[in-house]
């Protein structure tokens, strides 16, 4: 029954959001509604809520499951847009992924299910 879900990330800045997620991670901007942003890459859809507090965008975060995560690490890794702590790595839990940071703090998991 259940069909997608979209994850809503806080924005500290609607332009420079807009600019990091185009131009840095490859979305496209769809529309801004008063400052709520709705962006898309391939079928995955994201929307940012205005915030003024970094506190919550430092807190918050969502995982996007992915296929040939090897070929978007290395998108995003010469960037420097990839966690500290966020490298690509195969996880226990039968995921390989890698996370990023965002230019409002949040965090993005990129993860690709292991083949046994």
């Not at 959001?17 to 769809?30: A, E, R």
């Not at 978007?72 to 847009?81: K, N």
Request: proline residues 4%.
């Amino acid at each position: 029954m259940l069909k997608s879900a979209v994850p809503i990330l806080a924005s500290l800045n609607e332009e420079e959001s807009i600019k990091f997620y185009t131009q840095k991670l490859g979305f496209t901007f769809y529309s801004s509604w008063e400052g709520y942003l709705i962006l898309g890459r391939d079928k995955i859809n994201l929307h940012l809520w205005p915030c003024k507090d970094a506190e919550i965008a430092k807190n918050t975060g969502c995982y996007i499951n992915v296929t040939n995560v090897d070929k978007l690490y290395a998108e995003y890794e010469p960037i420097g847009v990839i966690h500290p702590n966020g490298a690509l790595q195969e996880m226990p839990w039968k995921m390989k992924q890698f996370s990023i940071l965002d230019n409002n703090g949040n965090i993005i998991h990129f993860g690709e299910e292991m083949k046994d």
